[in-house]
């Protein structure tokens, strides 16, 4: 199926929202730490920089006909903010903001945002200490251990995060799979290996689907190793235990919390030469949600998923194009109890970056699942700053 022609209307709204930028390629410093004896303004460093991603889906058969995915919509958008504050020793104040912008409902572009959609939304916040010789202590809203170590790893194309656990669950904002309110984390390297520690904090309990039903997060930790075996090639380790319950409106508990959420996974990186091959795998336990809206079987009992990716980059390095890479990837998904369900995605896609920070990414999705979902074409535009 070949990937169907943007209308005008499409083509101004990419062209629109792939130009809105004010500043070059990379990110800015616009204080540069250089500590002086008197001077406590030489001690901070402060960075921006940002991502503007306009995206087309199109389903195969116009099954999506007039949606705001098939119209064109934000796929991502974000600006981001860093501070480093020299303390003494090796010893540094960090900080770190990220802010999502939905530019299409910022406008009020009608038929490009989900109805619901917020303007912004806060990906990351969060703060701490850093140190080269006792590692980096943070809290705030930030991503997981468990996606850090295992989920980012195949985080890499535009239509994957469908068979790793983040993204998948109650919801990666207060789950404590992705980047989630109220973690605490802790990491330092010995040698060829990273260890990381993480504290899940008690949240705020939150509306979980119908039936007047929340989802309550009670605590938790995480703990995980990435192995560097070779400069190219990392092999990461996490487990993820999140208590949690899901209880009605009079706070009547549905009895599974001390069972708690936990994830278990793996996950290779390796970049030889212009190679790219990355590969995971995951186990969910009361994790990935059933279809039933009874607060005793909300979660299923145990589940897996697993992710791939296989890209060459070509070097072009003229016309204005730095490189381009085609790709291969997929995800597979299955729920073992609790409910019927699989889903199995192959892709192929090609990635072009230009000069200036401009990229193109066209995929197209094959699609296999127990709901007969439909293949799509995938079209993102990309301008990093």
Not at 47 to 67: L, M
Not at 77 to 100: H, M, N, P, Q
Not at 147 to 162: E, L, S
């Amino acid at each position: 199926m070949s990937i169907n022609k943007f209308s005008i209307k499409n083509a101004a709204l990419a062209v629109t929202l792939g130009c809105m930028s004010f500043s070059t390629l990379a990110e800015i410093t616009l204080l540069k730490q250089d500590p002086q004896a008197n001077d406590p303004l030489s001690r901070l460093q402060f960075q921006v920089g940002g991502s503007i991603r306009p995206q087309f889906i199109n389903e195969a058969g116009n099954s999506d006909k007039g949606s705001y995915k098939r119209n064109g919509y934000d796929g991502g958008t974000r600006f981001r903010f860093s501070a480093d504050y020299y303390l003494f020793d090796d010893v540094s104040l960090i900080g770190y903001y990220e802010l999502g912008v939905n530019i299409p409902r910022v406008f009020d572009w009608d038929n490009h945002y989900k109805d619901g959609d917020k303007h912004t939304d806060r990906r990351m916040l969060f703060g701490g200490l850093k140190s080269k010789t006792w590692g980096t202590l943070t809290y705030g809203k930030q991503n997981s251990l468990y996606y850090t170590v295992v989920g980012a790893k195949t985080d890499i194309w535009d239509f994957d995060m469908q068979g790793q656990a983040p993204g998948n669950g109650f919801n990666g904002n207060y789950d404590g799979s992705y980047r989630s309110y109220n973690l605490l984390q802790y990491t330092n390297s010995f040698g060829p290996v990273d260890l990381y520690l993480g504290g899940v904090m008690r949240d705020d309990s939150h509306p979980a689907g119908g039936n007047g039903l929340r989802y309550q997060r009670k605590g938790g930790a995480a703990v995980g190793v990435d192995y560097h075996i070779s400069k190219a090639l990392t092999w990461g380790t996490a487990y993820s235990y999140i208590k949690q319950s899901i209880h009605t409106p009079n706070g009547i508990d549905n009895g599974t919390s001390d069972s708690g959420q936990q994830l278990l996974g793996s996950s290779l990186s390796w970049k030889p030469g212009n190679w790219t091959l990355a590969a995971g795998a995951g186990w969910y336990r009361n994790f990935l949600m059933t279809t039933q809206k009874d607060r005793h079987d909300f979660f299923a009992g145990n589940a897996y998923g697993g992710e791939y990716y296989l890209g060459y980059t070509f070097p072009v390095q003229q016309y204005w194009v730095k490189n381009v890479t085609p790709y291969y990837a997929g995800d597979r998904l299955k729920f073992n109890t609790g409910r019927d369900y699989q889903q199995h995605h192959n892709t192929l896609g090609i990635s072009t970056k230009f000069d200036y920070g401009f990229q193109v990414d066209i995929e197209h999705v094959f699609t296999n699942s127990t709901d007969n979902k439909s293949d799509l074409n995938l079209v993102r535009l990309r301008y990093d700053f």
